[in-house]
């Protein structure tokens, strides 16, 4: 059977090559359509968070403190992940940030990936934005989005989006590479 994994990441900024990091992670794996697990936490990054970047999520340095290190998490998330295929809002953002700690730690993550914000501009050309809340909007009607910007309510958005767009199959030309950054 078939896992995909959708999964979102907060950050300290926009990009791990200037220093920035994650601070939370959220993952949702589906099999068959259905939730099979959830994955979450905070992640302690050994650096501080920007005022005007925690506006944005929420989340603050005194949150992170006594939380769990990189090192402590990457693992189990690579092991929750397996081999499924990851399903992600923006693939491109998450992916790049999730291979840095990654491999900071010498763990691969080559999974094949798939992206439903590049899937939304293809499909729903016509929504005047193609944001997570907007398109789960579109597709799921009167919905209760949860906290966005907040890692396991994004990636709970994303697995409900992925699934509305794909029904009981997934399009294979919408996927991301494993090597694309």
């Given at each position: 059977m078939e896992r995909f994994v959708a999964i979102d990441v907060e950050t300290t900024?926009?990009?791990?090559?200037?220093g920035d990091r994650v601070i939370e992670v959220g993952a949702v794996a589906l099999e068959a359509g259905e939730v099979v697990g959830e994955f979450v936490s905070l992640v302690a990054p050994g650096r501080p968070i920007p005022h005007h970047v925690s506006r944005i999520h929420g989340i603050t340095d005194e949150m992170l403190r006594g939380q769990p290190r990189p090192e402590e998490i990457y693992p189990a998330l690579r092991e929750f992940i397996g081999g499924g295929t990851l399903v992600a809002h923006n693939a491109r953002f998450d992916l790049v940030f999730l291979r840095h700690e990654f491999g900071r730690l010498g763990l691969g993550l080559d999974n094949s990936a798939v992206c439903t914000l590049m899937m939304a501009r293809q499909r729903l050309s016509h929504l005047a934005d193609h944001r997570l809340e907007t398109v789960a909007r579109h597709l799921l009607g009167g919905l209760q989005v949860g906290r966005l910007h907040r890692a396991l309510d994004d990636a709970r958005l994303t697995a409900r989006v992925w699934e509305a767009m794909t029904g009981p199959r997934p399009l294979s030309t919408e996927c991301i590479?494993?090597?694309?950054?």
């Open positions: 900024g926009l990009s791990p090559a200037r590479s494993p090597s694309e950054h």
